[in-house]
């Protein structure tokens, strides 16, 4: 409970105060609309004005805040300050796409509102156009302002035309439209379906914000949203003029006509702060984009999985970071995130990459696709040369393949070295960044001047098929081999569990499973079929461990992390204790 | 590998342009607008768009996400054969049905989303694009059995956990399979 409250507090509180905020804003700016100076302009549109001014508040509210979750350099930076006071603070910053979206539906949902709203202004503008009577106060109202142009009321002048015409032609309705449709666009290209299927048309379709805030900061310069002028409601008191309407500014009357003016546009107060701090963003990206990456070794694994190991002057990460890649040879503009799959003990970092899209592709096949050994990077094949530049790298000059590496982000999950046991699970996937996990794990022993505090991993993978198991076996295999030679075979037990299988498999697994190594993985502990039995699982390793606190962490589904939480409060009994860690992937 | 099916994106963008029709029209016809008879037209037009785009196509490379409930819909859309499941069709139909849209303001929005998602449906079409139901999974043809097997396996697969994989002599009913020879107690 504590943990929830830890890791959950904080986000809740967070949110709540953007929901209060929003809320405040709305309220505040309802009313706003309900004072002397708006009755006039009410007589015409009655509350869709409030309707309609409300939700673009809310708009630049939430403009405001949506570019600064997706600048990650300078949230890395914060992250980096506050990381010294509470890791908990710190960790929120990673929940910053989570953050992005839903101040995204939020500016989705008052710009409904906001349309809604003005569709019927427009209807009643214009209707207040056709009604030609000139006993009729919307009419008079309408009057104003047709010699001077300037003084006017509705900004629809004229019965010779209709709302679409006028949205068309007046900055407001153009640039509207013109942001409207750029959000729609955003938002469909943004649906899961898309964005893990298409990364490339969600990328690019996303640029379109850029469009969408420019046509935002002009998008109130047509002062379209007029109210009376201070002199004027000296004048003309709506509460004492509104009735003598068809005798306004007659020879011996009180009252003048009215006369009005739009406000002063506001957005661009709200947003040129965040669209500087993201053109910055992006200018430190370019320049961290300039400083060369050396590939040192590419290797093609089976399943369709490349390997890429790397260095960078000055690169230091933590385990279970990841960077974000750019390979200018592939797409100029594209950069994807890749979680670390090396330790930070080691002398370069590497990253395992899946073929599954575009750029993927397109990255193994600059890498020399064709070939599926390791390869020294001044092996790759000529036909890509054009990409190459040719840098000195101690100790020797290399061709290499101009790669940009931006980051390591996300915090570091040193957690898992605080317990003496721990449970790893990772589905599918999520098993990479427990690579960087075991890995630092092992050399922090085998560098024995480091006490090291963990003394036993229990590590579970669950994987729907076998083919991408192959590198990862490499890893498991390799270091299986090291704990025999160090006799210390019983640090790290794992189990992988295969949760889907095609008949063709099953019948090889019936003739030999008797085989002291796995045939699929050729590991000793033999890989199992189904699902774990996760209640067995945590009693026997609650027997095995009396009286000690064991961290459980995963990366994988939702569904998984409910059935782990209730696993780790149902078997915390007296002694041992079962600590879920769900926030560190 | 994942090239682009422009068909999903278009799919998106329709469905998102109905919805849009829809609301323009139901504003249009509650608040009494002018002309509300075109009002009347957005709200059939985007309650057309939104049941025939709602079902999912089959994709081509890659697992098919179904929207919630979408089995019905399918069925219906599939019964439409061609005219369904050729893009030319969507993106000429599309592009007709969103023209009345832009004789009111309400429906305006809608009108240019499903033009802009008929020209994505164009885009599909040119590259060969159809529209595959969506259906529960069947049996596929058997494959030629391989010369291997020649004997019957010895126990169903998949195999249950080992524990519960030997058949106890205490307990023979509750055991996975039968075995053609009598078990006795062994020891473990």
């Not at chain 1, 609309?33 to 630049?60: H, I, K, Q």
């Not at chain 1, 709302?163 to 469909?188: D, E, S």
């Not at chain 1, 990772?426 to 560098?447: C, D, E, M, N, R």
């Not at chain 2, 509750?174 to 020891?187: E, F, G, K, L, R």
């Amino acid at each position: 409970m504590g943990n929830f409250a830890a890791n959950e507090g904080l986000s809740v509180f967070v949110i709540l105060v953007w929901l209060g905020i929003n809320a405040y804003l709305f309220v505040q700016f309802y009313m706003n609309f309900l004072t002397e100076r708006w009755f006039y302009t009410r007589v015409l549109l009655g509350d869709a004005l409030s309707w309609a001014r409300a939700p673009a508040a809310c708009l630049n509210f939430n403009c405001m805040l949506i570019l600064l979750p997706v600048c990650r350099n300078l949230l890395s930076f914060l992250r980096g300050s506050i990381q010294c006071c509470s890791r908990t603070a710190a960790r929120q910053l990673d929940r910053n796409i989570t953050f992005h979206k839903l101040v995204a539906y939020m500016i989705a949902f008052h710009t409904a509102v906001h349309i809604i709203a003005h569709l019927f202004n427009f209807e009643w503008f214009m209707g207040a156009q056709l009604y030609r009577n000139s006993s009729s106060l919307p009419f008079v109202l309408s009057q104003i302002g047709t010699g001077d142009n300037a003084s006017y009321l509705n900004p629809i002048r004229t019965d010779q035309t209709n709302p679409t015409i006028v949205m068309f032609t007046t900055i407001a309705g153009l640039t509207g439209v013109v942001i409207t449709l750029a959000l729609i666009l955003i938002i469909t290209s943004s649906m899961e379906v898309i964005r893990r299927s298409y990364f490339e048309v969600f990328w690019y379709t996303h640029h379109l914000f850029i469009i969408f805030f420019i046509g935002l900061v002009f998008h109130g310069f047509g002062r379209i949203v007029r109210g009376q002028t201070a002199t004027s409601l000296l004048e003309n008191k709506p509460s004492q003029c509104k009735d003598q309407f068809e005798s306004w500014g007659m020879n011996g009357t009180f009252c003048p006509k009215p006369e009005f003016a739009g406000n002063p546009p506001m957005t661009w107060k709200w947003v040129v702060g965040p669209m500087i701090l993201y053109v910055c963003e992006r200018l430190v990206r370019f320049y961290r984009s300039q400083q060369k990456v050396v590939i040192t070794k590419v290797v093609m694994h089976p399943s369709k999985t490349l390997e890429l190991q790397m260095k960078r002057k000055g690169f230091s990460m933590e385990v279970g970071q990841y960077v974000f890649m750019q390979c200018p040879c592939v797409s100029q503009l594209e950069w994807h995130p890749f979680t670390l799959t090396s330790a930070p003990e080691e002398d370069h970092f590497s990253v395992h990459i899946r073929i599954v899209g575009d750029w993927t592709q397109g990255l193994y096949e600059a890498c020399g696709g064709d070939k599926n050994e390791t390869q020294e990077a001044w092996k790759l094949p000529k036909y890509v040369l054009e990409c190459r530049a040719n840098i000195f790298y101690d100790p020797v000059p290399l061709t290499i393949l101009r790669m940009a590496i931006d980051g390591p982000f996300g915090t570091a999950s040193e957690d898992v070295f605080g317990y003496e046991v721990v449970m790893l699970v990772g589905a599918g996937i999520g098993v990479t960044p427990f690579a960087s996990v075991l890995k630092s794990v092992w050399y922090k022993h085998i560098q024995e001047n480091q006490n090291v505090f963990t003394k036993k991993i229990y590590f579970y993978w669950l994987c729907p098929e076998t083919q991408a198991f192959e590198w990862f076996a490499d890893l498991l295999q390799s270091l299986e081999g090291q704990m025999t030679e160090k006799g210390m075979v019983d640090f790290l037990s794992y189990n992988i569990y295969l949760t889907r299988w095609k008949e063709t498999e099953a019948a090889h697994f019936r003739v030999h499973h008797e085989a002291e190594n796995d045939p699929i993985t050729g590991l000793k502990q033999k890989t199992l079929y189904g699902k774990p039995n996760w209640d067995n699982e945590f009693t026997t390793i609650g027997t095995k461990h009396p009286e000690k606190k064991v961290g459980v962490f995963l990366c994988g589904p939702t569904q998984l992390a409910d059935v782990l939480e209730k696993q780790c409060l149902s078997h915390s009994e007296a002694g041992v204790k079962f600590i879920f860690n769900k926030e560190n992937f | 590998n994942g090239k682009i099916e422009w068909a999903m994106w278009a799919n998106e963008q329709a469905l998102a342009a109905g919805l849009i029709l829809l609301t323009g029209g139901i504003v249009g016809v509650a608040g009494q607008f002018r002309d509300r008879e075109f009002a009347a037209y957005s709200i059939a037009a985007g309650v057309f768009v939104c049941l025939l785009e709602y079902p999912r196509g089959k994709r081509n490379k890659g697992t098919s996400v179904e929207r919630t409930g979408q089995y019905c819909f399918t069925v219906c859309v599939k019964s439409f054969g061609p005219l369904t499941r050729n893009y030319y069709v969507r993106a000429f139909l599309h592009a007709a049905i969103c023209v009345p849209g832009g004789f009111i303001l309400a429906a305006v929005l809608g009108c240019v989303c499903l033009g802009i998602a008929s020209l994505i449906y164009l885009a599909a079409a040119i590259r060969g694009e159809q529209w595959e139901p969506i259906l529960p999974w069947k049996e596929s043809a058997r494959k030629p059995v391989g010369e291997s097997i020649k004997l019957p396996p010895q126990n169903p697969p998949p195999r249950p956990p080992a524990e519960m994989r030997r058949k106890r002599a205490e307990d023979l009913e509750a055991a996975a399979y039968v075995n053609p020879i009598a078990v006795t107690a062994n020891d473990d």
